[in-house]
Structure formats: structure tokens, C-alpha cells
């Protein structure tokens, strides 16, 4: 399997460890009302589609980027590869 | 002043740097480099650049590239990372020399003898090495580098040259695996 990396262009998927469900950067407010509950679903709830799936890679034997790879779990095929810190502050985190 | 019997060694535990001859290609250890990593701190990405420029007289260089202006040569190892390489004699202090120019607006870590460096010359560079990691060394263009695996082992692979001369930094506990697997190569490859 090839990824496409953002900025290193096609790489061989060996480079790569694969961490999970890219919903993983929306961390709660651990302060909020309800972060309780908020916290359960964020480390125990999981979609499992089948079909388009947004999930976080980490180039760990490349440049240590953090990306948020879409793969159809159906056919593997990789339809969009986004750097996570870009996914990460166009949902408004900072960092 | 304590009077220390300290004999300095090289990577590979010898006194001199060692070379390995192969016909079209060299195998040198690299003794002469003193190296650093400089991160650029977050918040304050304009004066980093300005102070960088100041400081080695060129723009470091984007993904996937090297520069090179003066002692100093700056190798992209991630976004907002680079690896810095300067001479051993002049700059064996090299990580406080960095971060007298560049104050907070950078981390600096001293990366010298993490790290052991072999260089591979000669026209036999690509077939040895596409033996050994899965970069397309054929498109990789002179002053680039990539992180990659060579024999299990993380290494930074810089082309200096395309097809006659590469350098290739692995982790130092480990030189002496990342020289055999060199060395093997060579030796199956030409």
C-alpha cells in the first residue's frame, strides 16, 4: 500500500504506524459540563465503516509527521492524505 | 586540571576513520562533522526564519531538502526540524553556537555522537543502496535527503550528488550493524 504523503509524495506504507480513528484529535474540554461522558465516548466509542474511514498515521521511518489518511476500509483505497496538525487547527486547535 | 588518558574513537571503535574500497564505490566513516537539530519554536515562525537567514546566510531549505552556504549545511529531517552540519575542528561546541544565534525562537540539542555518519562515493552508490532502503534514488536530486530504513535501522540518507555521492547517518550504538549491512551490500552489489 502506498500513501501519498503531503509532502514527501508516494511512500511505501512500512514507513508508517498506523494509530487508529483519526476522531482521536477531538479531545474534550476536560473542564465542561458533561466531560464525564464526553470522555467515555472519546476512549471507548469507535465508528467502524464500512466504506470511507478517516484515520491517523504516523511517518515514523520519514519525517515523524502526524496524517490523517482517508481509506475506504471496503477496497483500501486512500481517496485524500491531509497533515494532522492541518486537520487539527481547521478545527480550530491551536496547536 | 584532572589530567584525563582519554583516547578519542571513531564510530566503529578504531583510531582512524575507516574506508572500504569497492571496485566503483568508497565507503568512508565519517569523523569530521559536528552535528545538531534545530526545531523552530512555535509562535514565533517570522523572526525564526529572519534570525536563521541572519545567522547561516541562506534560507533553510523546505521538505525534503538540503542547503548548504559557509561551514554550515541544513538538512530537513520534518516540518519546522532540521539537522545542522558544520566542521568538527571548529565547531565541536556547535549546539551553544546555535543557541547563541538563536535564542528562543529555536530548540537546539546536540546530536554529534548520536549519530554515525558513513559517506558512499563513486558510481556504484545507487546500486549498492537500492539494495537497502525503498527511497527512489534515481529521482532523488543533489542536496535532498529523506529519513529511511536501511537493515531495520532508522537512518538519514543525504545525496550530495546524484549517483556518485551520498551520505547516509544512522544511529551510533548501531554503526557498526549499519556498516556491515553497507559493506554487504557493496559487496553483493558490484
Sequence with gaps: ?95 | MADHRLKPITQLGGDTPRKDSFPGLTISERTDTALASLSARQGKPAQFQATAKAFFGFDLPGAGRVATGGVYTAIWTGQDQWFIEAPFASHEDIAPILKKGFGDTASITEQTDGWGGFDLQGQGCITTLEILCNLDLGKMAADSASRTVIEHLGCILICRETGQHYTVYGGRSSAASLHHALVTAARSAL
Excluded: C
Excluded at chain 1, 494509530?19 to 467515555?40: C, H, M, N
Design chain 1, 1 to 95: 500500500m502506498i500513501i501519498n504523503h503531503p509532502l514527501l509524495g508516494p511512500r511505501d506504507s512500512q514507513e508508517f504506524v498506523y494509530l487508529g480513528d483519526a476522531s482521536l484529535i477531538d479531545r474534550p474540554d476536560w473542564q465542561a459540563e458533561g466531560a464525564v461522558d464526553a470522555f467515555y465516548e472519546y476512549l471507548y466509542q469507535r465508528e467502524n465503516p464500512a466504506g470511507l474511514h478517516q484515520e491517523l498515521w504516523f511517518h515514523e521511518q520519514g519525517d515523524r509527521s502526524w496524517l490523517v489518511v482517508t481509506r475506504n476500509t471496503l477496497t483500501h483505497e486512500i481517496t485524500k492524505v491531509e497533515l494532522a496538525r492541518d486537520v487539527a487547527r481547521s478545527r480550530g486547535r491551536s496547536k
